[in-house]
């Protein structure tokens, strides 16, 4: 396969990435502790904090970059547009409001695994809506219809959550604040295992069968000529990348600018073929946000800056450069 | 072997008073070029989408390959039929390669890797419409004529038996537009059905076998150059008085008919608009 050295590369740097995020944080480790707590054989409290602290939020941080990288690029495909995102259509409006409704009650803080919930319902809920109405314009999946559909019920969504913002006080207002802005700290084996379990198998189907996206890509008409079922496609791609993005949203809130700019930099550096461009999207995603979270953990340690602060902080210099460097080279 | 087969066909779209397609009948056969020419809002890209499935008739038949084409797959359809349309604007940077290896879609579905007999295909696509020194290039920074040329090449990786095209040279210079149209011949002498629009009366007059004169929806003439492309038909077609002369030659397109559009001053006793 012509791709194996990409492949090879972007799996050693997460490999990398995880690595240094274990390493990392605001107690000091050195690669000997690191080592030794992966293994079991250090001191007691390095084996905690590295096994039971930093691998589960790097191994998280790495499937929800995945999952965001390859909803963004999913969505970009779909709607053939680069401003396109995870949250475009709505979904991270929908699930904030789902989270910040469970907040508002109390439930919470009384029992916490009912604030992903919460916050799925919410997500899920909003993608049912999308679908609806935009369903409603015709037959098939109109990506006009779709893209409206989405920042309608975004926008509403949002209206919601600012009402239900406004009617909170003290700790719940200040919880609802710190889950919207997107944070990996609620991080543990059994939130990463359940994550794996329902990003994993959607990212590698999502990654198989890509192709269809290319045709999309390049032109509606040209695609139903060359047999793809274009409605069908479309519906599938918005249903499987509105889930990577609302099993994320769920579990860690919305961290913005991964799904946007890890799409358009692994664009950059490998083309624009779909099934090269999911899995390495997914991969370059899924080494950056450990990444950033390492930094967000550390730069005023033990304090935590939000992690979409970092993304974007660190993102938007590394791809303006990939872009400064593509569009010099291009003829014409 | 006839490829396609129309009767009666017509056709109007949701919520227009007029039909855009009338009762047309046509054949296309393998081996052949047929162009199909007439004014802007004849009709032409309508009954090019209804030869296509892609628009459900309102009366009439199709059939392509002896089976009436609802009997056809999109997907059994795209392995037999390369399709040019008229737009296409990728969203995002595609390589030439990339384009062209589009055109085995019908052969991978979603779902397949590429074989050696694909990767085949497409080189042999890309080498046909020479474009093998353009492969790592993006589509969009190629001109028009190797754009068009990398849209022909997805289409024969395809591996059609016949290709329809429509407006393959439109907004291209005079080299490219010949190229096209010696590419399309080629195609025919290969054995391929070539259905095309165009608005190049005197190059469709040269190249094509037969020449489809559609107006407001209906065929006003059908056959060879010489029997369409007279003054009294084209003129009545497109409403505007023309002169016609044949070809001076050399070579084998001597006598074909060519067109000259009138000008008001050019003859007076003729009504110019």
């Known amino acids: ?332 | 072997m006839s490829l396609w087969l129309a009767r009666g066909l017509a056709y109007r779209y949701p919520g227009s008073p007029v039909e855009a397609v009338r009762e047309v009948d046509l054949d296309v056969g393998d081996g052949e070029v047929v162009a199909l020419v007439g004014p802007n809002g004849a009709g032409k890209t309508t009954l090019l989408l209804l030869l296509l499935g892609q628009l459900p008739p309102l009366r009439g038949r199709v059939e392509f390959a002896g089976r009436p084409l609802d009997a056809w797959s999109p997907g059994a359809l795209a392995r037999r039929v390369g399709v040019l349309p008229q737009h296409e604007e990728p969203a995002f940077p595609v390589t030439v390669r990339e384009l062209v290896a589009m055109g085995r879609y019908p052969h991978l579905g979603a779902w397949r890797q590429e074989r050696p007999s694909d990767v085949e295909a497409v080189a042999a696509a890309v080498g046909r419409c020479g474009l093998a020194e353009l492969t790592g290039r993006p589509f969009a920074t190629l001109s028009g004529g190797e754009r068009q040329r990398a849209r022909l090449a997805r289409a024969l990786a395809q591996g059609p038996e016949a290709l329809v095209l429509d407006e393959p040279t439109a907004g291209l210079d005079v080299a490219s537009e010949m190229e096209m149209w010696e590419l399309l011949r080629r195609e025919a002498r290969a054995g391929r059905g070539v259905l095309l629009t165009t608005h190049n009366l005197n190059l469709a007059a040269r190249f094509a076998d037969r020449l489809l004169l559609l107006s407001g929806g209906r065929l006003l003439g059908e056959g060879a150059a010489t029997d369409v492309v007279t003054e009294p038909r084209i003129g009545a077609a497109y409403g505007w008085p023309v002169r016609v002369f044949p070809h001076s030659g050399p070579g084998p397109d001597r006598g074909a008919p060519q067109v000259v559009p009138l000008r008001p001053n050019d003859e007076p006793e003729r009504k110019v608009p």
């Open chain 1, 1 to 332: 396969m012509r791709d194996r050295p990409l492949f090879g590369g972007l799996l050693v740097a997460l490999l990398a990435a995880l690595l240094v995020s274990v390493r990392f944080g605001a107690a000091g480790l050195d690669w000997t502790a690191v080592a030794g707590g992966l293994r079991g054989t250090a001191d007691q409290a390095s084996v905690t904090i590295v096994r039971d602290l930093r691998l589960p939020r790097a191994l998280l941080g790495a499937l929800i970059g995945a999952a965001l990288a390859l909803s963004g690029a999913t969505f970009q495909a779909l709607l053939r547009n680069p401003l396109a995102e995870p949250y475009v259509l709505g979904v991270a409006g929908g699930s904030a409001l789902g989270a910040v409704a469970v907040i508002g009650t109390g439930w919470a803080l009384a029992a916490p695994w009912t604030l992903p919930l919460g916050a799925m319902a919410g997500a899920f809920a909003t993608i049912a809506v999308v679908v609806r109405i935009a369903r409603g314009a015709g037959p098939g999946l109109d990506v006009r219809a779709l893209l409206l559909a989405g920042v309608v019920v975004g926008v509403f969504c949002n209206a919601c959550l600012l009402l239900l913002l406004s009617l909170q006080r003290g700790e719940a207002f200040r919880e609802a604040v710190f889950w919207l802005m997107g944070s990996l700290a609620g991080a543990s084996w059994a939130a990463a295992a359940w994550l794996a379990a329902a990003i994993l198998p959607v990212g590698a189907v999502l990654c198989l069968a890509a192709r269809p996206l290319d045709l999309l890509a390049v032109g509606e008409e040209s695609a139903r000529h060359l047999g793809v079922k274009v409605g069908r496609t479309r519906l599938l791609a918005y249903l499987a990348a509105s889930f990577l993005t609302a099993v994320s949203v769920a579990v860690a809130g919305s961290i913005g600018f991964v799904g946007l700019f890890v799409p358009h930099a692994a664009r950059l550096l490998w083309g624009g073929a779909h099934r090269r461009l999911l899995p390495a999207a997914a991969l370059l995603g899924a080494a950056f946000l450990p990444l950033a979270d390492t930094l967000a953990r550390t730069v005023v340690a033990p304090a935590e800056l939000p992690l979409g602060v970092i993304t974007a902080f660190v993102g938007v210099p590394f791809f303006v450069a990939i872009m400064r460097r593509r569009l010099a080279g291009r003829p014409g």
